[in-house]
């Protein structure tokens, strides 16, 4: 029967057991086509954890403590500068005075309510505290995202560092050095007459 435009109705399912069977089978049909199709397409997926995809250069993920390369020394100076800017307030560092340089007596970091803000990361003087490549701290139990000293030392160790830390952003956002000379010189000789 043709409908109004002059295309043939198809018969509402119920109507007809033929013509819910040819309806079927041809949404089966369909169905199996794009499986069909997908099984010859490359997979787009990859099997983690056996398999990591390289992580984007501007990637930022779990927060790790680090040693300075030359003398191995802890970079933490314990100013607790990271702890000040922290919104949610999930840092808590002890200094320990020391007679050429400070320390970190005790440094915990909360990763169960990091906001991933690099708030932290941007203040740091040192690079002691750094972003890493890395996310992959999954777990059911959020004792175990409560990070102390030693625990952030070897997360440093273990994952690649952010190319983000915290010299080379405060350097990236401070005014060029030629435009901070001549604001200071223009300062300096004063409103023209
Ligand atoms: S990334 Fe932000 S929320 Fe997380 S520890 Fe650093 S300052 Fe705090
Ligand atoms: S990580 Fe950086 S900002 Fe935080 S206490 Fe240590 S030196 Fe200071």
Not at 40 to 62: E, S
Not at 91 to 115: D, H, P
Not at 174 to 191: D, F, I, M, T
Request: hydrophobic fraction near 40%; include cysteine; charged fraction near 25%.
């Amino acid at each position: 029967m043709a409908n109004e435009s002059g295309n043939r109705a198809r018969p509402a399912l119920g109507q007809s057991v033929w013509g819910d069977l040819v309806t079927v089978g041809r949404a089966v049909g369909r169905a199996m086509r794009v499986s069909f199709v997908n099984l010859l397409r490359k997979p787009v997926t990859v099997h983690y954890p056996d398999v990591k995809r390289a992580y984007p250069d501007r990637f930022r993920g779990v927060l790790a403590l680090t040693y300075d390369k030359e003398t191995g020394e802890e970079n933490c100076i314990g100013c607790r500068l990271c702890e000040y800017v922290c919104p949610p307030q999930v840092i808590k560092v002890e200094m320990l005075k020391a007679e050429k340089r400070n320390y970190a007596k005790t440094f915990t970091l909360e990763l169960y309510a990091c906001e991933f803000c690099e708030l932290c990361v941007q203040v740091c003087p040192t690079d002691a505290i750094i972003m890493t490549k890395s996310f992959d701290l999954a777990t059911a139990d959020r004792r175990e995202l409560l990070l102390d000293k030693d625990r952030l030392h070897a997360i440093g160790q273990e994952f690649e560092p952010s190319w983000a830390v915290g010299t080379g952003l405060r350097a990236m956002q401070a005014p060029a050095k030629a435009a901070r000379a001549e604001g200071a010189h223009a300062k300096a000789e004063g409103p023209e007459e």
